[in-house]
């Protein structure tokens, strides 16, 4: 079975300031997605950014970007210039490719930006 | 609005109930996936419908059960109530991998607020 970590339950940074939000994740697939959702206040879950496994280049998205490293298993989220509407839980979700299938989450980072 | 429609958006009801939660996936989506979190928890995946079939369970409990209906909508019902579900219970719809892989991923409605007294 996938299983996604996220290692750091809290963080915290500046506002303006670049901030990394670690998960890793286990598979034996070699096709499959990651994700990074984020869950302000509000409660409701927001796509942040997508990688596909097989696609070499990191994704970006503005001031967020990832750093897929495929062979440890590692998507990082970079956030830069933290803005204070920034402030959210983040979860990284991992899925298999090739069909429709389940999305797997980890536990999530709270993060706060500080002003 | 992401296009996935969840009602309602808050419910209160007490224990031994039975409630019902409604989702319209996005137009054109044929997978629906329902997700429980409780209070600083993570999504806990439930069941997954494609198509009206049902594709996969997660921890549902036996007291939970879904459906899709031929317009591709889902319901999630919950009976014999507990205080222990409550819970934002979200779904999400995907598109069809095999229609559009390269923009593959999953929208999320509002969320269902469910407390139970």
């Known amino acids: 079975a996938q299983t996604v970590t996220q290692s750091q339950p809290e963080m915290s940074v500046q506002e303006a300031e670049t901030v990394t939000l670690s998960c890793t994740y286990d598979?034996?697939?070699?096709?499959?997605?990651l994700f990074w959702y984020k869950q302000p206040p509000s409660r409701q879950m927001i796509l942040v950014i997508r990688?596909?496994?097989?696609?070499?280049q990191n994704a970006t998205e503005n001031r967020f970007s990832v750093n897929f490293q495929k062979a440890a298993k590692s998507f990082s989220l970079k956030i830069s210039d933290s803005q204070l509407g920034d402030t959210a839980m983040y979860f990284c979700?991992?899925?298999?490719?090739?069909?429709?299938?389940?999305?797997?989450f980890g536990k999530g980072t709270l993060l706060t930006v500080n002003p | 609005d992401s296009g996935v429609t969840q009602t309602p958006k808050h419910l209160i009801t007490a224990t031994g109930q039975r409630v019902t939660l409604r989702c319209s996936p996005r137009?054109?989506?044929?997978?629906v996936y329902w997700y429980q979190q409780s209070l600083d928890q993570g999504l806990q995946f439930l069941i997954q419908?494609?198509?009206?079939?049902?594709?996969a369970k997660g921890n549902i409990l036996e007291r939970f059960s879904a459906q899709q209906f031929p317009d591709l909508h889902s319901e999630l019902n919950l009976s014999s109530l507990e205080l222990g579900d409550s819970a934002l219970y979200f779904c999400?719809?995907?598109?069809?991998?095999?229609?559009?892989?390269?923009?593959?991923?999953?929208?999320f409605g509002s969320g269902t607020r469910l407390t139970v007294v």
């Open positions: 598979t034996s697939e070699s096709n499959y997605y």
């Open positions: 419908y494609y198509n009206g079939e049902e594709r």
């Open positions: 999400a719809s995907s598109v069809d991998y095999h229609r559009d892989r390269s923009n593959y991923g999953y929208t």
């Open positions: 990688q596909e496994a097989y696609k070499q």
């Open positions: 137009s054109g989506d044929l997978s």
């Open positions: 979700a991992f899925t298999e490719g090739g069909s429709n299938y389940k999305l797997t």
